[in-house]
């Protein structure tokens, strides 16, 4: 079993759905918690982050993390097509380097 | 700020031929990573580095070599290339935001790398 499992999709949706995505890891030392967002041929850049358990809210988007069932999403509220791109999950335990689930593909259409 | 670039942006190789990749990064920062993406994969790491002078493997360590000689540049190298290499390299650097228990770490990406093995 991988230490991070992420549904690579591909997911579509109509423009103003609500959008979830979800990642379930095994290592329960992992207490730092950050989704990435990457546009085709791009580089991955951090949109959210949360440390151990809770919910955080950013705008249109909400993380939150479940540390009992080892289980964090993020939801999108009122998708736009500009949120179509990939969305990796990624985290780790103190001290020692980001896994990274194998990401999302999401199009949201217009 | 250019934040963290990549060279070169392509490439074509034949197997058993070797190039070096060149990240550099203007933030000061002190850490830095080689991840490799492959579709279905992931991004999964294949060295880093905690300073300068410093390496350390990561998942997929093997038929890769790196340096790190000065602070803002960190070279990934394949000595002879095999077309299971062929991926989209990405070089990353890190950052700590926030002070104690919600400091937390930002990695910086730069553009990849598409590097083909045939």
């Known amino acids: 079993q991988k230490e991070v499992e992420q549904d690579p999709g591909p997911l579509s949706v109509p423009e103003g759905a609500i959008v979830s995505l979800n990642c379930t890891y095994s290592?329960?030392?992992?207490?730092?918690f950050m989704w990435y967002r990457q546009y085709s041929r791009k580089g991955p850049e951090l949109l959210m982050y949360?440390?151990?358990?809770g919910n955080k809210e950013d705008g249109r988007f909400t993380a939150q993390v479940d540390k009992s069932s080892k289980y964090i999403s993020l939801f999108i509220r009122d998708s736009q097509p500009s949120d179509s791109a990939t969305y990796l999950c990624?985290?780790?335990?103190?001290?020692?380097?980001?896994?990274f689930g194998k990401g999302t593909r999401l199009s949201v259409i217009a | 700020n250019a934040g963290v670039t990549q060279t070169p942006k392509f490439r074509v190789l034949k197997t058993g031929q070797s190039m070096t990749l060149l990240c550099a990064q203007d933030m000061n920062h002190e850490y830095m990573y080689w991840y490799r993406q492959d579709p279905g994969m992931g991004l999964r790491l294949i060295h880093y580095?905690?300073?300068?002078?410093?390496?350390a493997k990561g998942e997929v360590p093997d038929g890769y070599n790196v340096s790190r000689l000065k602070k803002q540049n960190f070279l990934l190298g394949l000595e002879s290339a095999a077309p299971s290499q062929t991926s989209v390299y990405f070089c990353?650097?890190?950052?700590?935001?926030?002070?104690?228990?919600?400091?937390?770490?930002?990695?910086?990406f730069g553009p990849g790398t598409r590097l083909t093995v045939l």
């Open positions: 949360t440390y151990s358990s």
């Open positions: 290592n329960s030392a992992f207490q730092y």
């Open positions: 580095s905690v300073g300068e002078g410093t390496t």
């Open positions: 990624a985290m780790s335990a103190r001290n020692t380097p980001l896994v």
């Open positions: 990353a650097s890190r950052s700590i935001r926030g002070t104690g228990r919600s400091s937390y770490n930002e990695q910086f």
